[in-house]
């Protein structure tokens, strides 16, 4: 209780001091936020490109069309053979028909397919591979294509992989930022609290002399830190917020031509806590530094 | 209570500030240090608040030798010694009440007893109607009765004064000394650095001299 005391004191200290320079408090929060809300902002992006991905393509598959005129019973043959190929899981038979009808569902198609004479589409299997990665998926089409009755084998989700080996590139570039400019915040504290100590020297002296423990003396500064650091975290987190209103406002004019619901989604609520505690867990080193650094040399004579 | 065991103390360059010093001082007791400026009356001082360390001796304050104490003691050490600064080492940022909470704040005093030990510390110097009082707006004598106040408001076993009426007139020295009498009476232990003669004649106590930092006589 006494400690908890001392802490909600130390708080109120804290905070007290950050409002009375209000304008320098600002500015630092401010290049804090900054700093912090590039990377972030780069994460989000990622993660939504990423969800978009994942949407359109789903599992990897492969789609190998048949010859126009291919008679029953040799599809027959064909699905039967493929069942029974080891890297195959499974397939699914769509035949001209139905691939018509699917077509004609979608937009914009129904007026082009109405003014056609006959069915231009071929029967076709949707073949899914039992391995997802690229190569093997590149060894079943070529396989395949040296099959009889096979017009084209293609690779669905190709671009997929393409994309996927993009997102690990941005991935480890918004990695690099992060870390970078996390030490700018890290930096940014030790200063600010470097010129604390300076001001308060006279403070740190008479308390070291009147029996205050380094404890003590340390609190207010690492919580000063680790505010500080706080409230960059949300000015980051309101940053990455507003950018994002804007964009999707741009991104919503886009989508609708591609008839897609496609939004860059902020950050969820765990990743949020993330953003913000580590923010916190920054200023607090960068103050934890200073003060290891600054203080033992402020003894009194 | 202060035991000193042929201490000396050297400064890096050579300066001897201490040379052999051998007293005690029992609990309760109120002693002079006399002496020219220069002859260590604040080394010694220094010494006992573990502010500085003797080059050789033991210094015994309170059982602890203050040669070998670790730096983690030195707090809870000097909570129980009360300092008086002739340049009263005030905090000028804060207000007269603020400045003798600091030590009660450093010991994690509950903030509703801390507040009524502040006024009864400042009552017993005279300060009490000053508490809003910047220390700035305070005037010399007034200033000294706040450093009093503050080393005073942890009721401290020791109390080391270095020159507390150095800069003062005779009336406010009086003062000064009656308020220590009383914490004599209620069983402080004193050590009061002073080359103030007339103090002496007005308050005997037992009196060490030092002389180019030895004990005469």
Redesign the interface.
């Given at each position: 209780m006494?400690?908890l005391?001392?802490h909600l004191?130390v708080l109120n200290y804290t905070l007290r001091r950050l409002l009375l320079t209000p304008n320098a408090t600002l500015l630092n929060i401010l290049i804090i936020g900054i700093a912090l809300s590039l990377p972030v902002g780069g994460y989000v992006l990622l993660k939504s490109v990423q969800s978009l991905g994942s949407q359109i393509a789903g599992t990897p598959q492969i789609s190998v069309f048949l010859t126009i005129g291919t008679g029953t019973g040799d599809i027959e043959r064909i699905g039967d053979k493929l069942k029974q190929h080891t890297a195959i899981k499974r397939i699914e038979f769509v035949s001209r028909e139905v691939a018509l009808k699917k077509l004609q569902q979608s937009t914009g198609m129904a007026e082009v397919i109405g003014g056609l004479s006959q069915n231009p589409l071929p029967d076709a299997f949707i073949v899914y591979p039992k391995e997802g990665n690229l190569k093997a998926m590149e060894a079943l089409r070529d396989e395949l294509n040296t099959w009889q009755h096979f017009e084209h084998v293609q690779l669905d989700s190709a671009w997929v992989h393409k994309l996927e080996a993009l997102l690990d590139f941005g991935r480890t570039a918004v990695a690099i930022l992060a870390a970078l400019l996390s030490f700018a915040l890290i930096a940014i504290t030790f200063n600010t609290i470097r010129l604390q100590i300076l001001t308060r020297r006279?403070?740190i002296?008479?308390?070291?002399?009147?029996?205050?423990?380094d404890a003590?003396i340390r609190r207010p500064f690492l919580y000063f830190g680790l505010t500080q650091g706080l409230l960059g975290g949300i000015a980051a987190w309101l940053l990455v917020a507003i950018s994002l209103q804007l964009l999707n406002h741009q991104v919503g004019t886009l989508t609708q031509l591609y008839a897609s619901n496609f939004s860059l989604q902020h950050l969820s609520f765990g990743d949020s806590l993330t953003l913000m505690g580590f923010a916190a867990y920054l200023g607090w080193l960068g103050a934890w530094f200073s003060v290891s650094q600054h203080l033992w040399q402020i003894e009194?004579? | 209570m202060i035991k000193f065991n042929q201490v000396y103390k050297r400064y890096p360059g050579g300066h001897e500030a201490l040379k052999n010093l051998n007293f005690d001082i029992a609990e309760g007791e109120m002693v002079y240090l006399t002496g020219h400026s220069g002859a260590g009356k604040s080394t010694l001082l220094k010494l006992v608040a573990a502010i500085e360390r003797p080059s050789s001796g033991g210094v015994l304050v309170k059982g602890q030798n203050i040669r070998s104490i670790k730096p983690a003691a030195i707090p809870a050490l000097r909570r129980n010694i009360g300092l008086i600064f002739q340049d009263h080492k005030l905090l000028f940022d804060r207000n007269a009440f603020d400045n003798v909470m600091l030590p009660l704040q450093i010991c994690g005093f509950d903030h509703r007893e801390a507040g009524k030990r502040v006024r009864a510390a400042l009552d017993k110097v005279g300060l009490l109607d000053r508490e809003k009082a910047h220390p700035v707006a305070l005037s010399g004598g007034e200033q000294q009765r706040l450093c009093i106040a503050r080393a005073i408001v942890n009721r401290p076993t020791i109390l080391l004064a270095d020159e507390p009426t150095g800069n003062l007139d005779t009336e406010y020295s009086t003062e000064i000394m009656n308020i220590f009498k009383s914490f004599h009476q209620v069983g402080v232990t004193l050590l009061i650095s002073t080359h103030d003669e007339s103090i002496l004649r007005q308050f005997p106590a037992r009196a060490l001299h030092l002389k180019k930092g030895e004990l005469q006589g």
């Open positions: 006494k400690t005391i001392e004191r006279e403070e002296e008479v308390a070291k002399l009147i029996g205050a423990t003590f009194p004579r | -």
